[in-house]
């Protein structure tokens, strides 16, 4: 495939975008890291530039191997200083090539080159590799059968930077800003078959927007049991995922700490249809969206062609719905992630009785338009995007709208114009402007929350002991659940032993049991806690089981209680299943305006 001309800034040019705007070093209150100090354990080597398969042969960056599928070029053993120029950079090459063991440094200030820089190439695995705060980790540009595995992308602009490229494989990767502002951290746009598995990304430099995952105009996305962000903020600009116009997704057992996914299907930057319908809601129908994947340890929910669907009182990260003329959500809490609700092409839609604590964008609106009131949106915020319905966010006097909790409610007057003085109603006097243009505004916003006769418990969920395998049954303790409103003898809880969310147990004031597993494996076992209302909330850990002659387990813990549903998360490993190191990234091209376009 062809380098793609159109919406591509000339590389000079976006570089310095890039340095004036994304590499720079974190804020002070973030601590502003040294520049990253290299192993000197492999040897040096300069800087590497290959140009087509003679050259290819002779550089002495290659250590064996003839260029075979059996019998590759490999290239190995270096410590390159990529501070001007890649570390690696080969082009039109087509024989296969294994770069492995590799580390790429900058000794620079300010980052100006890519680790490795690939473009019209064929046929090229790399593995173990080491990017220290390079420009990209990574960049492919125009290329064919490319793959990252088991590498590590720390503080550089990008992970990896994939553009106009096919069957591309990023897999078992780290990708992590380490302190440094990082944009992206894998970057997809104009390509096709690419898979995004496995890999454990956390861009967590607070105050900047970022991406652990972007993809634009791609076809053939698979994003395949990743682990993205990090627990400790919500970042306000960017979502964790955010994919515009992509075609044919597989998004799967994901589990995203404080991020969202965010989907759009209108035509990304740089398109002359930008912010038009390229593809239509139908983008929609080529998406498999499972109930498996997280946030903060609560289903991502997704509903596609559905009709007068009633989602009340869910158990829910974030729910998509697209073409579902007369959805209703309602009585569901979002809690410290990015996206609440994402909404497309759905007529009639009724988002109300819902609360959105810590959140990005609460709820997002494309096409159809959607009546959202008696909303809590607390730290959060709502948008909507080329609606050909303008959204209502606030019904009729004495009805109203939704509580924005973000200042103070002056409440001193009443009436449809709000002039009849001194008299309070409960409707802050003056509309909300959402936008701050006057396009969309509430015209009735709520003084105070939606008064809430019973609120959500807090789940809770320990284990016993420290060794585990299928001859010793594990002790699950959820005596730690509580309510605002009911003792905890009131309570009741069900167990889902394997993860598919079918019910194992009946409901019960029970709070431990004991279960052995059959067989070896990893398994999410969940527990719901009831209160008296019926309200709902969640808890889960993550539990390997060794092989029989295998006795130890160690228990790490990877999250922490949602203030939500009180999810938390713990990985309990066997000394056989040991995480891969992930991956690498980049951006050379100027990244896709961090708003709702």
Request: with cysteine; proline share 7%; net charge negative.
């Amino acid at each position: 495939m062809g380098a793609r001309g159109r919406g591509v800034l000339p590389r000079g040019l976006a570089a310095f975008v890039l340095l004036s705007l994304l590499f720079v070093p974190a804020p002070a209150s973030a601590g502003s890291p040294p520049i990253p100090p290299h192993v000197m354990t492999l040897a040096a080597h300069a800087p590497v530039l290959i140009e087509g398969d003679a050259a290819l042969g002779t550089s002495d960056a290659v250590v064996s191997g003839s260029g075979t599928p059996q019998d590759p070029y490999v290239m190995e053993g270096w410590s390159i200083n990529a501070s001007t120029n890649p570390g690696i950079a080969i082009r039109n090459t087509t024989k296969s090539l294994l770069i492995r063991n590799l580390t790429l440094y900058r000794a620079a200030p300010i980052p100006l080159a890519d680790g490795i820089d690939l473009f019209q190439v064929r046929n090229v695995e790399m593995a173990n590799i080491t990017a220290l705060a390079t420009l990209a980790a990574v960049r492919v540009r125009s290329s064919y059968n490319i793959s990252v595995n088991g590498s590590s992308a720390l503080g550089d602009g990008a992970g990896l930077w994939v553009d106009g490229s096919t069957q591309v494989t990023v897999a078992g990767n780290e990708i992590r800003a380490n302190g440094y502002v990082m944009e992206v951290g894998v970057y997809v746009d104009g390509s096709d078959r690419v898979v995004i598995e496995r890999n454990r990304m956390a861009l967590d430099t607070s105050g900047f927007g970022h991406y652990e995952i972007q993809a634009h105009n791609t076809t053939n996305l698979a994003v395949l049991e990743n682990e993205i962000g990090t627990d400790s903020w919500v970042p306000h600009d960017g979502t964790g995922v955010w994919l515009v116009d992509v075609v044919n997704l597989t998004f799967r057992g994901n589990i995203l700490h404080s991020r969202s996914l965010s989907l759009s299907p209108f035509a990304g930057a740089g398109r002359s249809s930008e912010w038009t319908f390229y593809r239509s809601p139908a983008i929609f129908d080529t998406y498999v969206i499972t109930p498996d994947n997280t946030i903060n340890g609560v289903p991502v929910l997704f509903r596609n062609r559905c009709q007068d669907l009633d989602l009340d009182r869910v158990v829910a990260g974030e729910i998509i719905v697209s073409n579902c003329p007369g959805v209703r959500i309602s009585n569901t809490t979002f809690q410290s992630g990015q996206v609440g609700v994402l909404v497309v092409n759905s007529v009639g839609a009724v988002i109300t009785f819902n609360r959105f604590v810590d959140m990005d964008l609460g709820v997002i609106l494309f096409e159809g338009g959607a009546t959202v009131y008696h909303n809590d949106f607390v730290h959060s915020g709502t948008a909507a995007s080329m609606s050909v319905r303008a959204p209502v966010y606030s019904l009729d006097y004495p009805i109203g709208g939704n509580y924005w909790g973000d200042g103070p409610a002056v409440d001193q007057c009443s009436g449809i114009s709000q002039d009849v003085c001194p008299d309070p109603d409960g409707f802050v006097d003056k509309p909300n402007d959402l936008f701050g243009t006057g396009t969309w505004t509430d015209r009735f916003p709520l003084a105070r929350p939606i008064n809430r006769t019973n609120t959500w418990p807090t789940a809770d969920l320990r284990m016993g002991g420290t060794r585990w395998d299928v001859n010793t049954p594990v002790l699950f303790n959820a005596s730690g659940v509580s309510d605002r409103e009911d003792p905890r003898t009131n309570l009741q809880v069900r167990w889902d032993f394997d993860g598919d969310w079918r019910w194992d147990t009946n409901w019960s004031t029970n709070l431990t049991v004991a279960h052995r597993f059959a067989s070896p494996g990893v398994y999410m076992v969940r527990m719901m806690v009831r209160d008296s209302g019926g309200l709902l909330a969640t808890a889960s850990v993550l539990v390997v089981i060794p092989e029989p002659s295998d006795w130890r387990a160690w228990a790490l813990l990877l999250g922490v209680p949602s203030v939500i549903f009180g999810t938390m998360i713990v990985a309990f490993f066997a000394k056989r299943y040991r995480r891969t190191r992930p991956p690498s990234l980049d951006p050379m091209r100027f990244p896709p305006p961090k708003d709702l376009k």
